[in-house]
């Protein structure tokens, strides 16, 4: 038992260390924070709720906006996490260290999804406190029905938790795309196909609403950003959690296939 | 010392052997890139990938079926529950609907009256009147922008004639209009009784010439149409129409429309009518023209007319133009709807495209390519070549294959295609390739630059899918997308635009419904540009770095 726990925090360690000792993750994940935060507070400072006027303007979607393009930037990270271990070779060693290939896998998640939340969190809370610096200021007060942007709302703390978890979801669902294709190139074009593509197949099925639907429910980030949503929640396709649920089972599947064919293919 | 055991050399020999033997080293230099290309099978599978994820995304995700059921009746769907639009003489859909007080006309003659006013009314509960009593119950007073009352000659009152008008506009001065897609602008600013206008067609056979005047004695021609065809007889007279009112509030996340009917009241005097078969003394008869119109600006039932004396007053609802795309427009779909895979397609080409660069970083072949040939910017154009000619191809082949099956498919569910001319055409099946041959030496020139795949991967991806994806599914307000449409690389995507933008229309002319900022080869030079400068930077850094 003990011995099993020492392989698992030297696994851990021997990931950090890697982590640690190269440039490119700190910097994306500096990336992503300047991201979600920069993105969310351009959004908050174009947008306008005239008085007089009836905004269906959800607060809590806009002032996460930045989710959309900080994903990407996760995507990067946790690719590269796998991806740069083949390309330069390393991977034969690390295998040889540390035959267990599963735990390497489940060490590296642990890791990145760990940073990533971490970094999530302060994004997210930078987008917050930009949204509630200017979007009470350009019409969007409680008053008016908007909901309050503060962690003590109900509906906010879930969507600003579940902002943060869908980007160590996102982690996950890159690292298992990794594990499965190695070449960093396909692995994130293959993560940001899966992302951006639906919403714009949504977009173009216009006509057929039952479809649409179908699509809304299974594509990971409509479904998995339905977590952001405060208001409206009946005419959604799927509740908030189902929807980050839909996300969570495209990065399990993501993280078994990535399993298998690391421990049955050659390195 | 001696003359002629010398040969000197001319200069422009020296120069012409130096071009033949550079020509003759970049093609070797093309040889070994397309060598190196088409020998990774990877490469090979993923152009194919491109290919193969453009039609099935254009052909099996992206498609509308029109469906309905009549109260309990079995459910139907496609061409079964659409009733056909009315098709103008040029082939293209039409509006074709407004109140008409008209007479016969011969082959020439003449047509003038004086317009004194001209109000509206819209609003109201989608057409349904309130009160059968009074039509008008629950309407706000208003003008559309493109509200019309004036006078037309007409084929006849079947939807669909040929016709030439001028009239006068809720917002847009006099104009003369004819065959639907041609709009020429008159004297500018409102009607009234103080500033009434008076209008006059004169028909000379197949040719139709308006005229606009402030005091019925100094005319001025506005515009002059050639009616191919005419028949003999045709009808001519006043009318009143006016286009649906279209609200469209933009949120960020969303946009929320509403479309409601309207009505225009055309007043007309001092009308005169020569070459009219009865004289010019027959009586007039008021019909309403395409009341039956199955997707349109729809009927407040309150269209009419009364004469009084020499006056008479006119109330009509609809519009006499193009149909276009947008709200209220009906089943419709643009010839480059069944493109939206190319999104798909050039993920696969970006990431082709990149790693023919970055490959040679990571295998440290691109010391030995740089050592056969050490001027590097003709190896990054050599690449560039390569895998643009390939993309070009990929391109092209899966919109030859996905326009016309995608045209086909939209048919049969009920759809109406917006007919493109044989020119349109070519240039969206031919721009498709374009556009992904472009990306590609962008996504390639990044890839040089960078040297990291996943960095350049994905900096192609955000800045050529994420502002159309922003775009389509409203994440950002109407403005902020179109801009980003303007100055990304994603405005490339403008030279697949196959729909006409018609001034004379009031529509939504925005990304989501077809339209995009910029015209189709401005769009793509902004990508162009891009490339451009994305290139040369590959140049510089190539040469300047360590390889």
Redesign the interface.
Known sequence: MNMTLAVRRDALHAEWTKLRTVSGPAWLLAGLVAATVGVGAAVDAASRCPAGEVCQVDTAKLTFTGIDLGQAVVAILAVLAFSNEYSNGMIRVTLAAMPRRGLVLAAKAALVTGLVLVAGAVGVLGSLLAGRLMLPGHGYTVARGFTALSLSDGPMLRAAAGSILYLGLIALLSLGVAALVREAAVAIGVVLALLYLFPIIVASVGADPHWQRHLEQIGPMQAGLYIQATTNLHALPLSPWAGLGVLALWSAGALLLGALSLSLRDA | MSAGTTTPVRPDDAAGAARFGFLNGFASLLRAEWIKFRSVR?WVI?MIVAVVVMEF?GLF??????GCQVSGGPAKSGAACVQPMPLGPGGEAVNDQYYFVHQPLGSSGTLTVRLTSLTGWYGGNGGVPAAPSNPLAGLQRGLQPWSKAGIIITDSTKQGSAYAAIMSTGSHGVAMQYNYTSSVAGRPGAVGPASPRWLRLVRSGDAISGYDSADGAHWTLVGAAHLAGLADTVQAGMFATSPQHTQV?Q????S?GQISPSLATGVFDHVRLSGGSAGGGGAWTGDNVGSNQPFGPGSTQAETFHQAGGRFTITGSGDIAPVVNGMGSG?TASIS?HL?GT??GL??V??VA??FM?AEY?RGLIRLTLAASPRRWRVLVAKAVVVGAVSFVAGLVAAVIAVPIGAHIDHVNG?YVFQASAATTARVLAGTGLLLAVMAVLALAIGSMVR???????AV??GI??P???G??Q???TS?SEWLMRVTPAAGFSVQQSLVVYPQVTNSYTT?NGYYPLGPWGGFAVLCGWALVAMAGAVYLLRRRDA
């Open positions: 990877g993923g995304m995700l992206a498609q509308a079926h029109v509030t949120f960020v996340g969303h929320q089943p709807q939206i999104f798909a993920i696969a970006a990431v990149v790693m970055t990571r759809l990291r795949s996943a960095v350049a991967v994905t991806i955000v899918v994420v159309y994806f922003l389509v599914a994440v950002l307000p902020a989501p």
